[in-house]
């Protein structure tokens, strides 16, 4: 585990608990029907390293999101590219989920890395990306995960 003096100021780093095993956590981050129902629809997934698949996003002016299986450990990791290939600025991250038994629940680590802060535009992309998974789609997991 990282300690606090060792996040990265770059990469979006969230923590969740949820009170059901990991077992159930994994289920909701590698099932593609209950990806969809948290995040988007994935098309070609498979939680198996090198796969690569897509999420298309309906109505948005930058519509899909490319992504390549890195790591599967089951009950674990997870961890994929996300590309958005676009964007009109490099738009390249990778998105980590870490999972750790914690009591009678899960701690999930989700980290996304990739920015460059330095470059204005990026660092107010992750400032909205850290946002929308702070607010929006970490509850969604959760609520996919206690159903």
């Not at 300690?3 to 923590?15: F, G, H, K, Q």
Request: proline fraction near 7%; include cysteine.
């Amino acid at each position: 585990m990282i300690a606090d003096a060792e996040l990265d100021p770059a990469a979006v780093e969230l923590s969740s608990f949820f009170p059901e095993a990991p077992e159930a956590v994994w289920r909701a981050l590698t099932d593609p029907e209950l990806l969809a129902r948290w995040l988007l629809r994935p098309t070609g997934f498979a939680a198996t390293v090198g796969t690569r698949f897509r999420f298309t996003i309906p109505d948005a002016r930058i519509d899909e999101i490319r992504c390549e299986v890195l790591i599967v450990r089951p009950c674990e990791q997870f961890t994929c590219t996300w590309i958005y290939p676009q964007a009109d600025y490099p738009a390249n991250s990778i998105i980590d989920w870490t999972l750790h038994p914690q009591g009678r629940g899960t701690r999930l680590l989700f980290t996304q890395t990739g920015f460059d802060i330095a470059d204005r535009r990026q660092k107010m992309a992750r400032n909205a990306l850290e946002r929308t998974w702070k607010r929006r789609l970490l509850p969604r997991l959760g609520e996919v995960i206690h159903h």
